[in-house]
């Protein structure tokens, strides 16, 4: 926290005896420490999502611990495992649902962009339809990739401006996924 | 000016008193507890597990074990939408959270935090209200606190949140009535309904209602763990199948408030249990008046009288800090009851048992007396 031009203004004045941030940057970091999830697991990354949930490398450490089943009360959406065609219109509904500020997590290769299921019944990517914030690719990836990808998604959540809000429902309604 | 010729002047002390009183039960809910409860459960739940738990966020540097945690998860619920779902009832879904939240504050009025002491010729008693029917009124206003469940259950316009609140409804008026008994047993050994009695009388330590009442308080426990809805009997809530169950269609700060309402409480749960069967803010072997006189030797009357406050407060606020982290304890430690099996407890189990131990007291007060 803190303004960057320390030239001028009140900091440049006051000196360190005081700390001077925005609303925004205030808002940005409570929101960067506490997502609350919304697990969409579909597949086999799941298991390495468990093993990123539980105690051995332990997501609570980032204050992203809460799973909400509700999407109105869920913050990030963590997409795990592959997405098929079937699956689009359930995963585009869960987050027209959720509340704003929301964010999207592409977990695992298949999510990302397919991944090796090259073949007519899988989505080639949720990025088709959905707006993501970050990539973490891998099949599945390490839960050690899975926190740089968190930090990194705590990096934008820091820095961004209220104009972004809110993003609106996604690309398509659920009659054209079908 | 006199300070005398305004009108009601001698009212004076006892209004202050009283605003400090309700300023302090207030602070000590949703200032101190309902923010550090969501700390403590996830500290203890990573304790338990073996995790680290929250420790990132840091203002300079400092994380103090992760506390700012609960400063940032509230500024993240303030600052996201508030979402009313389309066909709503919006004035009820507005107005659910705070029937959820205000009963469960206002059940505190009547709970004592401390004895008597006279301070500076001013005699003060540490309780809001000190109601003749005290218990009654915990169960009364508990009651109504079922409606902020139901009606926010209602107001949703979604089938998850009505099932919860069916449940709700059904868990809830199955318990207060077996809660009401076990409490009568209580009501039985100390012959009063006023909480402040109860508490003088529990200056003995031999006469702490976990002696007098054993199989009383294991009910009433397991009574006031399901009047909370919290696990094993979250069975209104029920992840794994009613996704939130009544606050299903809640986001940001209200469902925020249905969460602080839970903490809450817990809070007052204690805070029951420490008057009825844990001495209130007595001390073991430690009588008032001992302790008074002590402290009156060494730094005289007023201020030995202040401290001796000071101490009663401390030790019960400890006691429910003891029970707070036993219920959550309980919390971690048990899976969740099957809607069927909290209903056979209830009316199969806690009430007969409930009504054996009534009988069982009054025989033997008969034959003691």
């Known amino acids: 926290m803190g303004v960057e031009n320390e030239e001028q203004g009140f900091e440049h004045v006051l000196g360190d005896s005081v700390i001077l941030t925005t609303v925004e940057q205030v808002v940005g970091w409570g929101r960067k420490f506490s997502f609350f999830l919304y697990p969409f697991i579909t597949a086999c990354c799941g298991m390495e999502f468990m093993s990123v949930a539980g105690p051995r490398y332990d997501i609570d450490r980032f204050g992203a611990a809460l799973p909400r089943f509700s999407p109105r009360q869920a ?41 090796m299921y090259d073949n007519y019944s899988t989505a080639q990517g949720i990025d088709t339809i959905l707006p993501v914030d970050v990539y973490v690719p891998g099949c599945p990836p390490r839960p050690e990739m899975v926190f740089d990808g968190l930090m990194k998604l705590q990096d934008i959540v820091q820095n961004e401006k209220f104009s972004k809000w809110p993003r609106g429902a996604g690309k398509y309604t659920a009659e054209e996924l079908k | 000016m006199d300070i005398t010729l305004i009108p009601g002047y001698q009212y004076m002390p006892e209004l202050v008193e009283m605003m400090l009183k309700i300023v302090f039960i207030f602070t000590m809910n949703v200032g101190v507890f309902a923010p550090l409860l969501g700390y403590v459960e996830r500290k203890q739940s990573a304790l338990m597990q073996d995790r680290i738990g929250a420790n990132r966020a840091a203002i300079l540097g400092f994380t103090i074990f992760g506390l700012w945690h609960t400063m940032t998860d509230a500024i993240k619920l303030i600052a996201k939408e508030d979402f009313i779902p389309e066909g709503a009832d919006k004035p009820l879904h507005f107005l659910a959270p705070f029937v959820a939240v205000v009963p469960a504050l206002i059940a505190f009025a009547v709970i004592p935090f401390g004895g008597t002491y006279y301070l500076w010729g001013h005699e003060a008693h540490l309780i809001i209200a000190d109601l003749d029917v005290g218990i009654l009124f915990i169960f009364a206003v508990a009651g109504i606190g079922t409606y902020g469940a139901v009606i926010a259950a209602w107001a949703s316009n979604n089938n998850w949140s009505l099932l919860g609140g069916v449940r709700t409804a059904a868990q809830m008026v199955s318990y207060e009535v077996a809660m009401g008994l076990t409490i009568v047993g209580v009501l039985m050994v100390y012959e009063s309904l006023k909480l402040t009695e109860i508490a003088l009388i529990q200056e003995d330590f031999f006469m702490w209602g976990i002696f007098l009442q054993p199989v009383g308080f294991l009910l009433f426990l397991a009574c006031a763990l399901a009047e909370n809805k919290r696990v094993p009997f979250d069975i209104p809530e029920a992840e794994s199948e009613l ?6 269609e809640y986001s940001g700060l209200k469902f925020a408030m249905f969460w602080m309402a ?35 030797s060494v730094v005289g009357a007023d201020i030995g009288n202040l401290l001796l406050m000071f101490i009663h407060l401390a030790v019960f606020w400890g006691k429910v800090c003891f029970l707070i982290v036993f219920l959550m304890l309980i919390r971690w430690s048990l899976p969740r009851f099957r809607y069927d099996q909290i209903m056979k407890l209830g009316w199969k189990i806690i009430l007969p048992l409930a009504l054996v131990n009534i009988l069982a007291t009054g025989v033997i007060l008969l034959v003691v007396k």
């Open chain 2, 243 to 248: 996704i939130a169950g009544y606050f299903t």
């Open chain 2, 262 to 296: 839970e903490f809450v409480e817990i809070v007052t749960i204690s805070a029951i249990l420490t008057v009825l069967f844990f001495g209130a803010w007595h001390i073991p072997f430690v009588t008032h008046d001992g302790l008074l006189s002590l402290l009156t």
């Open chain 1, 75 to 115: 913050d990030l959406l963590i997409v795990v495992g592959t997405i098929s065609h079937k699956q689009l219109p359930i995963l585009n509904k869960v987050y027209n649902q959720m509340a704003e500020p929301k964010w999207v997590f592409a977990y695992g290769a298949c999510v990302v962009s397919g991944g």
